[in-house]
């Protein structure tokens, strides 16, 4: 006699299956480590944002910003995905592009491969930097010469003015926050009193501090990688120091603006879920 089990179903019927059960769940678990691990950190968004800014000068409504961070070029990032990211900045035409720090992981001489690749963004106001904790982590001055040996300009606690129809913007970008010495300051003494500043600083959670200067109207960070993996109802269950507080998006703080980008590339664990990397557009208009 055939060995039946509840509901009429034989044995033969119920081992295949469990068979068929447990080999769509495999299937599945697979499926979601290769999309973790291999799809969704290869696969970039364009996050599109319109800032409102009251009384905001008439030369720099629409002022369109790319931001770029975090690209950790080398083992997990490879040249490949920036090539991609660069060539789709380009279609977007920018005004000014951004970038925000942490180019190399484990070793500085990475900057060497990545750079020319970054030296291809072309937009009308041109492509700026500063570094991140990871940069000083291994070897601010060779990160750094590696940018500015395409035409990349760094800035440690300097800015660059920018004459837009009448009025000035002043670009400034600090030292990194972590395991530099960031000074506002003395970025600030040359450039006009009345100028419109954007401020770049790798690390996001320092906008309580910069929010209170009252010359600053948009900060620009990245270092959180959004947390690389966001649970639904939850978020980042990891983060990184200056990082906490500040994670993915845009705030407003007082009177001034910061985005935290996503950044590009990944740390280990080299996963990304609910969380792709991320070429930013900012445009600037009046509320």
Known sequence: MTDQFPGHITRRGFLKAVGITTVALGSSCLAGYGYIFYIEPRWPSIERIEIPISNLPRGLRGLKIVCLSDFHLHPFTQIGLIEQIVSKVNEIEPDLVCLLGDYVFERANSIEELAPVLSRLQSSLGTFAVLGNHDLWTDADVVRNGLEKVGIRVLING???????GDTLTLVGLDD???????????LEYSPVDTTVILMIHEPDFADLYSTDGRVLLQLSGHTHGG????????APFLPAFGRKYDQGLYKIDEMWLYTTRGVGVI??????NCRPE?????????
């Open 177 to 187: 926050g972590w395991s530099g010495a960031p000074d506002l300051s003395n970025a």
């Open 159 to 165: 800015s660059v003015d920018f004459q837009l129809g």
């Open 279 to 287: 070429i930013t557009e900012i445009q600037l208009r009046s509320a």
């Open 228 to 235: 690389q993996v966001r649970l639904p109802g939850i978020g």
């Open 268 to 273: 280990d664990p080299p996963a990304r879920f």
